[in-house]
C-alpha cells in the first residue's frame, strides 16, 4: 500500500503547515476529502483531519508521484493510524462528535422509563435520553467498524426496529444496543459471532459474544436458527490451552474485570466461570450434548454506581477478540472432530 511508503515526519509536517495556512475547508477541498469522521491528528494541542493529512504528507514526501485520492485509502480511518503513530504522531479517537461516555444520568432515566407502559408515556427528559444513548450507540459501533477496516467486511446493526421518536412501533425496547459482525457471517452465522454494546437498567455491557442466546429473541423463527447454528458457531472458538486461547486470557487477564458469562443480560459483575480456560471446556460439553444455551460472553458490564464508559477500553477490546471472530467462518475454520 503507498501509505505505508509515508516515512518523512518532515513531510507530515509540511502538510500541517499547509493546513494552518489556508485553513481545513480549503485544504480539504484542495486534495479531495472529507472532514474526519473519528480520527484525529493530534499536533501542538489543534486537532487535523487524520486522512487529509496523510494523503497530502505523501505528495511532499514524493512530489513527483502527487498526493494520495481518498480513493487510494481502503480499511476506513483507521487505516492511517499506524502509519501516522510509526511517524511520532498522535492519533486522538472521536466517534462522530458524539460523547464517549454513557453517564449514570442516563442509566437513570432509561432506569425510570420502564415503569411506563408505553413509549409515548415517556417523559421527554426520559426520550432523549434514548436518543442520546441510541446515537452514541450508533457512533461507538461505527468506531469498532473503522478500527476492524471498514464496512466492506464488516456490519453494524443497531436495536432492532428502534427510533427515538417512536420506540419499537410504539412499545418500549427491552434494551438499546449494537453489534458488529463480518458480513460474511450474516447468512451463515445470523450475524455471529459479535462485538457488542447493551445499555440497559442494568447498566452498561460490552465484549465479545460468539452467539447469541436463542432466548434472547422473542421470534420463534429467530430461535429455532440460533439453535441449528449453535454447534457449528461454537466449533470455531478455540481449544482450552491453545496457544491462541493463553493469548486471549493473558491479554483479558491483564486488562483486568472482565467477566465470563454463559449468556448476555444477565446480572453485572459475576463471573460464572473463573477463566477462559474453565470456559472452554464447558463449551466442548455443550457441544456434545447438543444443548443450545452454551454461549461465552465476555463483558465488563459498568453498573449504576460507576459512572461512565471509557471509549479507549471499548477500542482495545477489538483487539483482544478479533482473532477470534476473523476466522469465525465456515470457509476459514474447518469444525474440530
Do not use: C
Not at 409515548?120 to 444513548?133: C, I, M, R, T
Not at 450507540?137 to 446493526?157: A, C, I, T
Request: no cysteine; proline share 7%; hydrophobic share 35%.
Amino acid at each position: 500500500m503507498p501509505l505505508s511508503e509515508l516515512t518523512d515526519p518532515a513531510a507530515v509536517q509540511a502538510a500541517i503547515q499547509e493546513y494552518d495556512h489556508i485553513g481545513q475547508a480549503q485544504f480539504l477541498e484542495k486534495y479531495g476529502f472529507g472532514a474526519s469522521r473519528s480520527y484525529y491528528l493530534i499536533h501542538n494541542g489543534k486537532s487535523y483531519d487524520s486522512k487529509a493529512i496523510a494523503g497530502a504528507a505523501y505528495g511532499y514526501q514524493f512530489p513527483t508521484r502527487g498526493p494520495l485520492l481518498a480513493s487510494d485509502f481502503s480499511g476506513g480511518e483507521n487505516s492511517i493510524r499506524a502509519p501516522l503513530e510509526k511517524l511520532g504522531f498522535t492519533i486522538e479517537i472521536r466517534p462522530d462528535g458524539t460523547p464517549s461516555r454513557f453517564t449514570r444520568g442516563d442509566i437513570d432515566l432509561i432506569r425510570q422509563s420502564r415503569t411506563r407502559e408505553r413509549y409515548a408515556q415517556f417523559s421527554q427528559d426520559e426520550k432523549a435520553a434514548y436518543k442520546h444513548v441510541h446515537e452514541a450507540l450508533r457512533s461507538l459501533g461505527e468506531l469498532v467498524v473503522e478500527e476492524l477496516g471498514g464496512h466492506r467486511d464488516y456490519v453494524l446493526k443497531l436495536t432492532s426496529g428502534f427510533h427515538p421518536d417512536s420506540g419499537v412501533r410504539g412499545g418500549k425496547p427491552k434494551d438499546l444496543w449494537f453489534g458488529v459482525y463480518r458480513k460474511e457471517n450474516q447468512n451463515i452465522f445470523l450475524g455471529n459471532p459479535q462485538l457488542f454494546m447493551i445499555v440497559s437498567t442494568r447498566g452498561v455491557e460490552y465484549g465479545f459474544s460468539p452467539l447469541t442466546h436463542p432466548d434472547d429473541f422473542s421470534n420463534q423463527q429467530l430461535k429455532n436458527q440460533t439453535r441449528a447454528i449453535a454447534r457449528n458457531v461454537l466449533e470455531q472458538l478455540p481449544i482450552s490451552g491453545s496457544p491462541e486461547a493463553t493469548r486471549l486470557s493473558q491479554q483479558l487477564d491483564s486488562s483486568g474485570n472482565w467477566y465470563f458469562r454463559r449468556k448476555q443480560r444477565l446480572d453485572p459483575k459475576t463471573s460464572e466461570f473463573p477463566s477462559l480456560d474453565n470456559w472452554l471446556p464447558f463449551s466442548d460439553r455443550m457441544k456434545v450434548f447438543g444443548t443450545p444455551v452454551a454461549v461465552l460472553l465476555v463483558t465488563h458490564p459498568l453498573t449504576r454506581s460507576t459512572g461512565l464508559i471509557s471509549l479507549p477500553r471499548l477500542a482495545r477490546s477489538r483487539v483482544y477478540f478479533a482473532p477470534l471472530w476473523s476466522g469465525s467462518s465456515q470457509a476459514h475454520r474447518p469444525p474440530r472432530s
